[in-house]
């Protein structure tokens, strides 16, 4: 059973910074591409950022380039989403994927607000 755990959401202030961690088990985490993905209150979920099976191919959408860093630890079937310079546009419950099978974990909570 495929299994994917997001941790490290939190409450920041506008600038802070937080490291999103999603713990995968079931699958071959290292044969996977990953991405993480956003929902903001009223709005469509939309993608974040992808990085492939290995780790040596990243993508961001525009509005996190330069602040967020997609990465990953196949050893310890974990990917990560450091998110740096947060906006209050950030604020939204983000999730991890497996990119080719759309199955994602249960998210876990950005919120930035002064």
């Known amino acids: 059973e495929v299994q994917l755990v997001e941790s490290g959401g939190d409450v920041v202030q506008p600038g802070g910074s937080l490291r999103l961690s999603c713990a995968a088990s079931?699958?071959?985490?290292?044969?996977?591409?990953m991405r993480w993905v956003r929902q903001a209150p009223g709005k469509e979920l939309e993608w974040v950022s992808s990085?492939?099976?290995?780790?040596?191919?990243?993508e961001y959408v525009d509005s996190v380039k330069g602040r967020f860093t997609i990465s990953r630890n196949n050893a310890e079937n974990t990917l990560y989403l450091q998110l740096n310079s947060l906006k209050t546009e950030d604020t939204a419950m983000y999730y991890c994927?497996?990119?080719?099978?759309?199955?994602r974990g249960q998210g876990t909570q950005v919120t930035v607000s002064s």
């Open positions: 990085i492939d099976a290995s780790g040596g191919y990243t």
């Open positions: 079931g699958f071959t985490f290292s044969r996977a591409a």
């Open positions: 994927e497996i990119f080719h099978t759309g199955e």
